[in-house]
């Protein structure tokens, strides 16, 4: 009963934080499960970084436009984490390290998760899974071994890197067999795109492309306050003194596996919402760890520990203010709801519409489908596909597009982009602008759209 309360309490405290507090969907899993539903294929019809799985999962909600199925399927996936995350604590410790585990999972996972949908929320609920079977079985049958792989397979579909969860796995097990449908998942996608005539392009962009991209990260800002960053290797410190003290309590348990697997994301970086998954491992270690130690060591560690909760909780009271004050999520910002109004009077039925731009919210609620590859473009996109410029160049001619937005002001990312400016300026009229955006139309139909206004 006290662990059934304990955890009610814990899943509507999350709940309450979560769902009062601004949710952030990223445009690209709204944009890319849009374009999915209408039958194109991720990588060879359009550009993105991350793999199918998860945009598949999310195809489901795109006709709502308000995007409030995929606000709320977000609270589902983090309520799915805390039940994993107090089912393990619930396994492998006390009451004492279930309650500290728990509380250190909410206030961390909202400081990181930042309240918005992004690959790590939904992954980290496969290496739950597959460490609870770990941990809460003795011996695991042949069947469960290849379950174990099929997770990791499909996870990895989210993210490449994701597929390192399943060497844990085989380091404890001391067994392959994950490795057989590890393999048949990634056979059979792989068979997808080439009979789709997409599998070079899959390769490229799916795995080359976020090889090359894991470390260009270090290159940008540090995402996570070096204080916070601090505390955390603090803690995570006098949790591995605690530990050594205890380590024979910690026999069949891999925590530590995990947490070194799911720490790698450490060496392309500091963003923080990529560490959505070591978080909860480390939440858990350090919920194990006061759950099983005695003593004058429990006492020094939970002064420490309560040092540290009460920095954290700070933390995620100042994100939870920033949230709620200063963000205003994509598809609810004015300038978008304004710039959709306006272009829709120009009679869009048939016509093509390219936006130069980082606004890929603007196809969606126009209903229009890019008519370019690269349908977004960042410095480590271009940097890897040097002929972005011309491609969009090319796509524009071959497919007669129509209609141009340029948004104002211009998008620092096309700035040096001075050869698919001039190319509009040269086959495009200018037909309507205001504060917001630049409206140009394909020289032979200008007259048409013009009478349409």
Not at 30 to 37: A, V
């Amino acid at each position: 009963m006290f662990y059934l309360i304990t955890a009610s309490i814990f899943l509507f405290a999350q709940t309450l934080i979560i769902g009062s507090a601004n949710i952030l969907i990223y445009p690209e899993f709204f944009i890319y499960p849009w374009l999915l539903s209408k039958r194109l294929l991720i990588f060879r019809d359009f550009l993105a970084q991350h793999g199918p799985f998860l945009y598949l999962m999310l195809v489901p909600f795109v006709n709502d436009r308000s995007l409030l199925s995929m606000k709320l399927f977000y609270v589902a996936v983090q309520t799915l984490t805390l039940i994993l995350v107090l089912a393990i604590l619930r396994k492998t410790t006390g009451r004492l390290g279930f309650v500290l585990g728990g509380v250190l999972f909410i206030i961390h996972n909202f400081y990181i998760a930042d309240n918005h949908l992004w690959d790590d929320v939904i992954a980290v609920n496969f290496y739950m899974f597959i460490y609870y079977w770990l941990v809460s079985k003795p011996r695991l049958e042949r069947r469960h071994l290849l379950i174990i792989g099929l997770l990791a397979g499909l996870v990895s579909l989210i993210k490449p890197y994701y597929a390192s969860v399943i060497f844990p796995a085989v380091i404890v097990t001391g067994s392959l067999v994950p490795f057989i449908s590890f393999f048949v998942v990634w056979l059979a996608v792989m068979v997808f795109y080439a009979v789709n005539h997409g599998l070079w392009i899959f390769l490229d962009q799916f795995i080359f492309y976020n090889i090359y991209y894991a470390f260009q990260l270090k290159k940008y800002q540090l995402w996570v306050s070096v204080t916070f960053l601090k505390a955390g290797v603090l803690m995570l410190t006098f949790g591995l003194a605690g530990y050594w003290f205890i380590r024979n309590k910690f026999k069949n348990n891999p925590i530590l596996l995990f947490l070194v697997f799911s720490g790698l994301i450490f060496f392309t970086g500091f963003r923080k919402v990529d560490y959505v998954i070591y978080t909860a491992f480390f939440c858990i270690f350090i919920g194990q760890v006061a759950g099983k130690l005695t003593g004058k060591k429990l006492a020094a560690f939970l002064i420490v520990l309560f040092f540290y909760l009460f920095y954290s909780a700070r933390q995620a009271k100042h994100i939870y203010y920033t949230i709620n004050t200063f963000r205003v999520p994509y598809t609810e910002r004015p300038v978008v709801g304004r710039m959709v109004g306006r272009i829709k009077r120009f009679g869009l039925e048939q016509k093509q519409v390219y936006v130069l731009g980082n606004y890929p919210e603007l196809y969606y609620f126009l209903e229009k489908v890019p008519p370019v590859w690269h349908n977004m473009v960042w410095p480590f996109s271009s940097a890897y596909y040097r002929n972005t410029e011309q491609e969009i160049i090319n796509d524009l001619k071959k497919k007669q597009v129509d209609l141009v937005v340029i948004p104002k002001p211009l998008d620092p990312n096309y700035k040096d982009f001075h050869r698919l400016i001039k190319f509009i300026y040269q086959q495009y009229q200018l037909i309507y602008q205001d504060n917001d955006f630049w409206l140009y139309s394909l020289k032979m139909l200008t007259k048409t759209v013009r009478d349409r206004v």
